[in-house]
């Protein structure tokens, strides 16, 4: 008999589900806005980017309000606040006829996710058992990961061949499944008593705004989605140039088959090995996966990039966020969920600029080859922000048995 404390309780499940949902709408709207920019309202290339754009924006200045939020109100409150704004906001999708009216949609829309993703992380941060935290963690990951492969799916299906409309029904219908889950959720919780018009009081002091703990993981975590953006923003334009497109649609699906096959083992060897053991495998993995994608000239090779890339990169983004957790005090530990995603948000907002403009100057195989040594050279920013410090607390805690 195991003496694991249950991690697959409904709150796990249910919290779990409401970030699939939240993270589903976000990828039907990824892929679809640009399109529907161009399309319907009659918006240039560089507009349409600009939806993306505000719409991280707005979750990325939010994030570290809405970690005093649930200070202050507490975690289901600031849960569903969040996910009756991005319902609404899902709703309002509808009646916008120009790009500037989109454009504060888009603004508005990003503050229920942002509060909703921070509020979220806070949640099943506590929902797992702490012998079991890398574990959780990387299933909880996992719904935002079988987001990223069903949103765009569902997207360009729904916008291809029913139409805009059609499509905006179904954000609708999916963001009242997330506030559904979110409010099944039972957390126990101190009773938060604060005042209505203290809940207006925002501190911007920086040691409010960010849980400094969890800086060097988030800084180790954005350097690294920089190259994440890259497989976002441009590996379906490469497959369409390698004239393999049809497996462009396959990218993510591989990715997340593999990734949900390995899943029950990394997470497990994080909370029994520590964190090295399985990041820096894991870098190797995913910069030889750009490797191979760079120099991919078959749907076979593409493909097996795509599974390489799902181990090393879908087990490095679970393991820094329950790094960022961790390192927090309990108190703190919305403040440092807030923090990591921030970060993580900004380097995926400056690596869809920067990338862009390298497309421009060279070709997606120099492109990608690029990414290869980048992730590389990220072993000995791992190594320098965090790896010694977790081999020295390992070496602690072999001593102290």
């Known amino acids: 008999m195991s003496n694991k404390p249950p991690l697959w309780t409904k709150d796990f499940i249910s919290v779990s589900a409401s970030n699939f949902f939240v993270f589903t709408v976000f990828y039907i709207l990824l892929v679809t806005m640009p399109m529907y920019a161009l399309e319907e309202l009659g918006g240039n290339a560089t507009e349409a980017g600009l939806l993306t754009t505000f719409f991280l924006l707005s979750a990325i200045l939010i994030r570290p309000i809405a970690g005093q939020w649930i200070e202050k109100l507490g975690k289901k409150k600031v849960l569903i606040s969040s996910q009756i704004i991005f319902l609404v906001s899902s709703v309002l999708y509808f009646f916008p006829d120009t790009l500037g009216v989109m454009l504060l949609l888009r603004l508005f829309h990003g503050i229920g996710f942002g509060m909703a993703t921070t509020a979220t992380g806070a949640m099943v941060a506590d929902i797992i058992p702490d012998s079991r935290r890398g ?69 911007l002091h ?30 379906s334009v490469y497959a369409e140039e390698l004239q393999i497109g049809e497996a462009a649609g396959y990218f993510f699906v591989v990715y997340a088959v593999v990734l949900l096959l390995s899943r029950p083992f990394t997470g497990r060897w994080f909370d029994q090995y520590g964190a090295n053991f399985i990041i820096y495998p894991s870098i190797i993995l995913f910069a030889a996966g750009m490797l191979v994608l760079s120099q991919a000239n078959t749907a076979l090779v593409f493909l097996v990039a795509a599974g390489m890339i799902g181990v090393g990169w879908g087990t490095l983004f679970p393991s820094f966020q329950t790094i960022a957790i961790q390192e927090a005090p309990r108190e703190k ?35 990608y080859l690029s990414c290869a040594i980048y992730v590389a050279a990220g072993l000995f920013i791992y190594l320098g922000l965090y790896g010694r410090k977790a081999k020295e607390s390992k070496e602690k805690q072999r001593q102290m048995i």
């Open 135 to 203: 574990e959780g963690m990387g299933y909880y990951v996992m719904s935002t990961n079988l987001a990223m492969v069903i949103g765009p799916f569902l997207g360009l299906t729904f916008m291809q061949n029913f139409g805009s409309s059609f499509m905006f029904v179904m954000c609708v219908a999916i963001a009242a499944l997330g506030l559904i889950s979110g409010v099944i959720i039972r957390l126990a919780e101190k009773k938060h008593t604060a005042r209505a018009l203290s809940i207006f009081r925002v501190n």
């Open 206 to 235: 920086l040691n409010e705004l960010f849980e400094f703990s969890a800086i060097r993981i988030a800084v180790v975590g954005g350097f690294f989605s920089i190259v994440y953006a890259s497989l976002l923003s441009f590996v």
């Open 333 to 367: 530990k919305a403040s440092a969920t807030a923090t990591f995603l921030s970060i993580y948000d900004l380097g995926i907002g400056l690596g869809s600029f920067i990338i862009g403009w390298v497309v421009t100057q060279t070709s997606f195989s120099v492109l």
